[in-house]
């Protein structure tokens, strides 16, 4: 059975008196992965963060699994809700394990269990847990630490997951190994709703179930990549599609 887990009504979002988000409205069901394409200053990050409460709508509603966040308890929304920003952000002086255990020690999980979900969270980024629990973070590749704010967002097993554009400082080959493993990460995590901002037109193909187009605080579709690239709904979408024309040949295996 379908359900909704996020919803936005008539949401608008003003900075002062910059209207940044007019009048959106959409649904996404559990278990959808949902990629968001759109340029600079469109109001991508915006609209994330107001999934999690990190920034409240000036008019209209969010709501997330069916609750209207005006009155939810952000923090414990927080809790349920994994988040991986490009600049990941682990910390420093502590070990991978620890900044994988950040949240769970907050929630006071005895020891063992925590240890049990470090290591079973490494397994499932493809990192050996004993070669890499104990390292530093200073000590990982860009695109292992990746991995790390991925297993860490995951260190709860929230139901949702949020992607700020978490691989747009790695190089290519990093990047294509680590949209496989997200993708694979998704489909083995069965029900897990993913809502994956980036730049990357290839990417939000590959990736999404659904690719939301933002322009100007709008969206300007909300399709599969294939009703995407074989329906262009305005000109700003065929445009940007132009962009990538040249990656025809992938587009005929999309769904
Ligand atoms: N806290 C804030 N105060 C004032 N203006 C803001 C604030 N946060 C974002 N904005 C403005 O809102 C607009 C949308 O920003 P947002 O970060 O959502 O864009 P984006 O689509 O994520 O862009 P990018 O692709 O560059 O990350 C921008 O014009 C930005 O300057
Ligand atoms: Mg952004």
């Known amino acids: 059975m379908t359900k909704e887990i996020i919803k936005f009504e008539h949401v608008n979002k003003k900075f002062g008196r910059n209207e940044i988000i007019s009048d959106l409205s959409f649904t996404i069901n559990q278990g959808e992965f949902v990629t968001v394409l759109g340029a600079s200053g469109s109001g991508k990050t915006t609209t994330l ?3 999690n409460g990190l920034e409240m709508p000036t008019g209209g509603k969010v709501i997330v699994n069916g609750e209207d966040l005006s009155a939810a308890d952000l923090v414990d929304l927080r809790r349920h809700i994994g ?9 420093p002086h502590m070990t991978v394990a620890q900044n994988i255990a950040v949240t769970p020690k907050l929630l006071k999980w005895d020891q063992a269990r925590i240890a049990d979900t470090v290591d079973h969270l490494l397994e499932l980024v493809n990192l050996k847990p004993n070669e890499y629990k104990k390292r530093y973070p ?11 704010g991925v297993a860490r967002a995951l260190s709860t097993n929230p139901p949702i997951m949020l992607f700020d554009e ?4 790695l190089d290519a080959i990093i990047k294509q190994d680590l949209q ?8 083995k995590l069965a029900n897990k709703t993913f809502f994956f901002v980036t730049h990357d037109i290839n990417e939000a193909l590959f990736l999404g179930d659904r690719v939301m187009v933002m322009n100007q605080g709008k969206i300007e579709q909300f399709a ?10 305005s000109s700003y979408v065929a445009r940007l599609l132009g962009t990538v024309e040249q990656n025809k040949d992938l587009w005929e295996q999309l769904k």
Do not use: D, T, W
């Open 166 to 169: 978490p691989f747009s400082a």
């Open 138 to 148: 200073n000590q990982l590749s860009g695109g292992q630490q990746q991995r790390i």
């Open 49 to 51: 963060k107001m999934i």
């Open 180 to 187: 496989q493993e997200i993708k694979n990460l998704h489909q």
């Open 83 to 91: 988040y991986v920003v490009q600049s990941i952000g682990l910390f």
């Open 224 to 233: 599969s990549p294939r009703e995407l690239v074989s329906k262009p709904a």
